[in-house]
């Protein structure tokens, strides 16, 4: 849980840090006063946030819950028998990742490297759809849940680095960040030594993807920095009070297009159409909150849809376990994204992924090497830590 609010305090605080201590700042070029109001700003709304979630609901209670959790979430998991979803799902997943390896080396893997951050993300299926990203999440979580728990071969495995090699070329992290928070959550408790110590290397080469790029070691704190920029845009008077709509009305972005009332596209894409900076820096709640203007404050407003996504991932772990794990992954990329997004991949990607576990297949076709799973230990090592009633 410290971990989450660690992760909200860097998107809040970063790009002052940056600015103040080693003179990186970025469009539309604002003055250190901006920066630093802005940051108090943001780290006074964590701040609140925190004392909402301690006061309302408690960390001990909300660490419980996503135990309970993942530990439902592992067991459905270890269950299932057939491996003709395995198989499936790798198929799709090499698809995806071989047509944006194509697209990759038909630009020119060398323009590629050599360009800012993201700025070939949208000629790819995974980076321009978000459609798209939560199929792939919840496909990598399934795979990769599967593959710990039931030892599922080496295909499943081949189609995870697959997808995810062109995304890292484009420099592309969050979303695969968030799927690794949510296996961690699911798995984590599950992991060998051999499958920790690559778990931990694979994250810091996602963390130094950018700096190895760019020759700068600033770059790999980009993902903290740029997000705030919406924010920092929002303070200097260059982003318009209607960007996005009115906060009911962006609840359409849970809709498919065909059914919306109004045209409207996620904030942190419709900020980027304002061209106020060189690269789609993403969306900032922080600046939501300020947009949203619901309660009198921007920390009030931050901090009371905060809590309430706190709320609904502590009652899902009973009803809805697999909202949990997703809610709570997604909450350690919250500090760049806006409160529907975040919503969409949460309802989307936990129905996807139960829908990946419900399906019945009569036979196999991956051999599983631990044909007995661990459905019979998941919630047992649960319930001897003391807790009853699940």
């Known amino acids: ?39 108090a700003t943001d780290l006074g709304a964590v ?9 309302f609901v408690g960390g001990r209670r909300l660490a419980d819950s996503v135990s309970r959790a993942s530990a439902l979430v592992r067991d459905r998991i270890s269950r299932i028998r057939s491996t ?3 198989f499936l799902l790798s198929l799709l997943l090499l698809a995806i990742g071989l047509a944006d390896l194509f697209e990759v080396f038909r630009i020119g893997i060398i323009q590629v490297l050599a360009s800012e951050r993201r700025s070939y993300a949208s000629e790819l299926l995974l980076g321009g759809n978000h459609n798209v990203q939560v199929v792939c999440i919840s496909a990598t979580v399934f795979l990769a849940a599967r593959w710990i728990l039931s030892k599922t071969g ?19 992290r969050k979303e695969i960040a968030t799927t690794g928070a949510i296996c961690l ?32 070691l600033f770059s790999s704190l980009h993902e903290f920095i740029l997000p705030q920029y919406m ?23 849970l809709l498919p297009e065909f059914m919306r009332v109004t045209e409207l596209d996620a904030l ?27 309660l009198p404050t921007t920390e009030l407003s931050f901090a009371g849809l905060f809590l309430g996504i706190i709320v609904l991932t502590v009652w899902s772990s009973r009803h809805m376990p697999i909202v949990t794990v997703f809610s709570y992954g997604l909450l350690f990329v919250y500090g760049r ?22 399906v019945q297949f009569p036979s196999n076709i991956l051999q599983l090497r631990n044909p007995q799973g661990n459905h019979s230990g998941a919630l047992a090592s649960y319930r001897r830590q003391g807790h009853k009633g699940d």
């Open 47 to 55: 701040v609140l946030s925190y004392c909402f979630m301690e006061v």
């Open 84 to 86: 003709v979803p395995d």
């Open 185 to 216: 959550i699911i798995c984590g408790i599950k992991f060998s030594r051999r499958i920790a110590a690559t778990v931990a290397i694979a994250a810091a080469l996602v963390l130094l993807a950018p700096a190895i790029r760019g020759r700068n």
């Open 154 to 172: 080496w295909l499943p495995f081949l189609a995870v680095i697959v997808v995810w090699t062109p995304f890292l070329f484009v420099g592309s």
């Open 337 to 358: 994204s806006d409160f529907w997004t975040f919503a969409f991949f949460v309802l989307y990607g936990a129905a996807l992924l139960a829908f990946f576990c419900a």
């Open 268 to 294: 942190g894409r419709e900020f980027s159409d304002l061209r106020l900076t060189g690269v789609g820096v993403g969306a900032s709640p922080f600046a939501e909150a300020q947009l949203n203007d619901f």
């Open 1 to 39: 849980m410290s971990l989450l609010f660690f992760a909200l305090t860097l998107y809040a605080t970063t790009a002052w840090l940056a600015a103040e201590y080693a003179a990186q700042s970025f469009p539309p070029w604002p003055s250190q006063a901006v920066v630093r109001e802005v940051t």
């Open 231 to 253: 924010h920092v845009a929002l303070e200097m008077g260059l982003v318009p009070s209607t960007l996005g709509g009115e906060f009911w009305e962006r609840a359409q972005f």
